[in-house]
């Protein structure tokens, strides 16, 4: 069953599909990708479907815990593109008028940054006093808490739980269907040798 999952789709446990609470489902997809990508895919090959549901989620997931601010300070890695667009996405499908209004807002202020204010903001964010916040975004966070972050948690699972394509397996598979995939890259062994020489050496 694992070797005929066509690459590129969402894939989820069979006990979390079946649960009573919808977001399970998004949670499955999570713990699926985090396999993927342990497993050295690159987000190329895990595919723009199953991400735009994990990047919302943790779209959710840093504004909830830090806020906007924490959302843009951790987005800007070797992904950053990927992850705003996907969520931007996501959000415009959804259709949830507050989460759109707020994004749109969140998108407005971060791009209004020079490349000077963004890097300050990034070096800064994290010092021995705390956190610090940025001002314009500040506002944002208590909105999209009130109410708007579960409504996105729950549109999100619903679509999720809706798309045709979504492949359901046996919990038991996923370690195997994350093995399949992994074994299907070209250059694992390479990528296998720079994830061995990234790794930090501890004497």
Known sequence: MVHDVPDGVPVVGRA???????????????????????????????????????????????????????????????????????VQQGIEHLAVAPARDIWGRFVAAATALSPDELDAFVRGYVDEQGFHVLGPLRALDSEFRAGVASALEQANAHWLRGRPELVVLDDADLPRYAAVRSARIPNLSERQREARAQEPSFV
């Open 16 to 86: 979390a599909y079946r649960s009573r609470e919808p977001t399970a489902t998004v949670h499955s997809l999570i713990d699926v990708v985090n396999s993927l990508f342990q497993g050295l895919l690159t987000a190329d090959e895990v595919g723009d479907r199953p991400l735009v549901h994990y990047y919302l989620d943790y779209y959710v997931s840093q504004v909830l815990t830090g806020g906007h601010s924490q959302f843009l300070a951790n987005s800007l890695g070797v992904n950053a593109a990927r992850i705003m667009t996907l």
